[in-house]
């Protein structure tokens, strides 16, 4: 379930109800993520009493591959994305994270009046856990942008870890909107070419016999 981006390409249907939409172009480094992510675990801070526990390592000098997967992030999706908030984040296995909205919960927790709105979370440990999305159902994904306003859960099989960057300035359906917008301007990115006389028309690698003109 879900929808996807495809190798960077994004569905037309950014205002659907799912709860998340994958991202499957990657641009990161995962085990260098996941080591550093093991590496300052100790200096998280948690949030919540057992079992339902949560806890998070900001972006700072101790995390410089949390500081580069943000600045490669900026450098793809360019233009102003809000206050954001970067971090590594771990649920353990027998613990949970129980129903919630995370713009409530990051407002209880922090010291910031901006609760998050929507994440981009890349999952570095525990991907085949479930998230369940109250009505929704149940979804696992390895990297998304995910829809934090929704009300849902998690209790992992295993140690779970993610690398995430939280938007407090912009919606879920605003992120998905931009980041669908800069893969149709990239010409690598998109199925379709412009033709001689400036429609546009499906690629090769499309399968068409003739050249036939992009519909969606």
Known sequence: MGLG???GF???????????????????????LLKEALDVKQGSFVFGAEPDIVRAHPMNERTPNLVNFYKDFGDKYKGNWGEVS???MYVDAGESYPWHVDEE?????????????????????????EVEFKNLGSYTYKAALFNTSIMHRITPKTD???????????????VVQRIKGYTEIDPDKREWEYAGDGTKIYKLEAGKPTPTEYEK
Not at 11 to 17: A, C, N, W
Not at 160 to 174: G, M, P, T
């Open 160 to 174: 779970r870890i993610i690398a995430r960057i939280a938007f407090r300035d912009l919606s879920f359906e605003d």
């Open 10 to 32: 994004a569905p037309e249907d950014y205002s659907s109800p799912e709860p998340l939409v994958r991202i499957t172009h990657e641009f990161w480094d995962s085990a260098e």
């Open 86 to 88: 970067v971090s590594y």
């Open 105 to 129: 919960i990051t407002k209880k927790t922090g010291n910031n009046p901006k609760g998050v709105l929507c994440a981009f979370n890349i999952v570095l440990l525990g991907e085949t856990s």
């Open 5 to 7: 981006f495809n190798d």
